[in-house]
């Protein structure tokens, strides 16, 4: 997918990784299914957001499908086989697999999330938890779950999506389960732009260029207020948190690095 170094691990069978300048590359590969959520996957998705908690050498996540769908929801032919003995052990299931979001949210690398093909049900709830979403023109994406005689409140797509696009849309595209193209995901703003599947990758590498621009430190608390911004209760709140921000970078060794850098016109260094 992108020149850099293989990460071999053996806890993933359908992620492919790969670091390279800081970003790690993840790309869920079960193509066949249109990588869809198996319990596998599942649980590899959630070990990998869970681990970038303390992974200071990952500055950014880049995650994206392998073939032509993004993630196609839940794996119902594993679903049917595999079951749950007790609403105990479902709840624990169901659980498993919102904790990917939570995860994603909770890590301090920011997630640009390249969307090609279909993003439906838990795909979509992928999409959301992202950081930046960028789409090509064949970018389907719907709250699948209610299609399939489940609620569409589901891995977190009530809370995301409301905030990002309005409750009356969201509502509209939960109570149906319709299909979101491209064209109007950007239209909402729930994507940042669209670019053909051929350029994909390199629009995903320049927001990589970009934000590995910013100390390691900046970048991290920059997520972290964005996501509390969300919720936060006023204007004093988001301010008082914006100003604790400001003062951690300014004390920060990478501080001086960043104006050295920016005056010169050249690319940073930092520790």
């Not at 590359?25 to 869970?50: D, G």
């Not at 930046?132 to 023109?137: E, F, H, P, Q, Y």
């Not at 389907?140 to 891995?155: E, H, K, P, Q, T």
């Not at 970009?210 to 100390?215: F, K």
Request: hydrophobic share 45%; charged share 25%; aromatic share 6%.
């Amino acid at each position: 997918m992108v020149d850099g170094v293989l990460e071999v691990d053996e806890r993933y069978q359908h992620l492919l990784i790969r670091k390279e300048a800081g970003a790690l590359w993840v790309t869920m590969n079960r193509p066949e299914a249109l990588n869809a959520l198996s319990p596998q996957l599942v649980q590899e998705l959630r070990t990998l957001f869970t681990d970038l908690y303390r992974r200071r050498d990952v500055r950014v996540v880049v995650l994206t499908g392998a073939g032509r769908a993004f993630c196609a929801g839940l794996d119902l032919k594993a679903r049917r086989t595999g079951g749950y003995k007790n609403v105990a052990d479902h709840l624990d299931g169901q659980r498993g697999i919102s904790d990917i979001v939570i995860a994603m949210r909770r890590c301090p690398q920011p997630i640009v999330a390249l969307v090609n093909g279909a993003a439906s049900g838990g795909g979509f709830a992928l999409a959301l938890a992202s950081d930046v979403r960028v789409a090509t023109s064949a970018a389907r994406m719907n709250a699948a779950f209610i299609r399939i005689g489940l609620s569409a409140c589901d891995v977190g797509v009530s809370y995301f999506l409301p905030r990002m696009v309005g409750s009356s849309v969201a509502a509209e595209y939960m109570l149906t389960g319709r299909f979101m193209d491209a064209e109007r995901a950007r239209e909402l703003g729930l994507i940042s732009r669209i670019v053909e599947p051929e350029h994909l990758e390199a629009e995903g590498r320049s927001f990589v260029e970009d934000m590995v621009r910013a100390t390691p430190l900046g970048l991290r608390l920059t997520k972290e207020a964005l996501n509390h911004a969300i919720d936060a209760q006023g204007l004093e709140a988001v301010i008082a948190m914006e100003d604790r921000n400001q003062v951690l970078c300014a004390r920060d060794d990478n501080f001086e690095e960043g104006i050295a850098s920016f005056l010169e016109k050249r690319a940073p260094n930092y520790s």
